[in-house]
């Protein structure tokens, strides 16, 4: 049952996030769409800026960005099959689950967020802004049981990762939001360069 309600908050935090959710200003107001509400570019704030982006534009099925031997290093044991999908915004994502935990990867390579949105993301939200091998990242929704990462990979795409634990029997997973900063850095290493 507590698995069953694990994987339904990670998919539901996983739909929220993909859906864009903007957040209210101060005067309870919705942002305007407009460019003056668009990320900036890494060329406008160095924390946004990338030595080595990735180009997630080929990529179709986010099953893929895990190898087989990553999973079982990443505690993937007796997996289920891979579960490939789409947001509502139309980019790709895959579901693994198992006894020990359950994951969502997302490649936005749909949306045109990408460094500047993670920057920005992490400054309006007060979270703190993190490096994952190069790549800023921010880390949300984080409990004991769950974190989701995202991690800017260009000026205008980004990585999700969304991360439950479903029991205690792997004592590195305690800490939610690095075990889904371990499996993020695992997947940028399957990303082709820009």
């Given at each position: 049952?507590?698995?069953?309600?694990?994987?339904?908050?990670?998919?539901a935090l996983a739909v929220l996030?993909?859906?864009?959710?903007?957040?209210?200003?101060?005067?309870?107001?919705?942002?305007?769409?407009?460019?003056?509400?668009?990320?900036?570019?890494?060329?406008?704030?160095?924390?946004?800026?990338?030595?080595?982006?990735?180009?997630?534009?080929?990529?179709?099925?986010?099953?893929?960005?895990?190898?087989?031997?990553?999973?079982?290093?990443?505690?993937?044991?007796?997996?289920?099959?891979?579960?490939?999908?789409?947001?509502?915004?139309?980019?790709?994502?895959?579901?693994?689950?198992?006894?020990?935990?359950?994951?969502i990867v997302g490649v936005d390579?749909?949306?045109?967020?990408?460094?500047?949105?993670?920057?920005?993301?992490?400054?309006?939200?007060?979270?703190?802004?993190?490096?994952?091998?190069?790549?800023?990242?921010?880390?949300?929704?984080?409990?004991?049981?769950?974190?989701?990462?995202?991690?800017?990979?260009?000026?205008?795409?980004?990585?999700?990762?969304?991360?439950?634990?479903?029991?205690?029997?792997?004592?590195?997973?305690?800490?939610?939001?690095?075990?889904?900063?371990?499996?993020?850095?695992e997947v940028l290493k399957n990303?082709?360069?820009?």
């Open positions: 049952m507590l698995r069953r309600a694990n994987l339904t908050a990670i998919a996030a993909a859906a864009g959710c903007s957040v209210p200003n101060s005067s309870g107001q919705n942002p305007p769409s407009s460019a003056a509400s668009e990320p900036t570019s890494s060329s406008s704030n160095p924390a946004a800026k990338v030595d080595k982006p990735k180009n997630l534009a080929s990529i179709t099925d986010a099953c893929q960005v895990l190898t087989q031997e990553q999973l079982t290093t990443l505690n993937a044991v007796n997996a289920k099959a891979p579960e490939p999908g789409s947001s509502p915004n139309g980019h790709p994502m895959c579901q693994w689950s198992n006894d020990n935990f359950g994951l390579n749909t949306t045109g967020l990408g460094t500047g949105y993670i920057v920005e993301k992490a400054e309006s939200s007060n979270a703190e802004l993190r490096n994952i091998d190069g790549y800023p990242a921010v880390r949300m929704d984080e409990t004991n049981l769950l974190c989701r990462v995202e991690v800017g990979v260009s000026d205008k795409e980004h990585i999700a990762v969304d991360f439950t634990r479903h029991s205690d029997a792997v004592p590195e997973m305690q800490d939610s939001c690095g075990y889904a900063e371990k499996i993020a850095s990303l082709p360069d820009a």
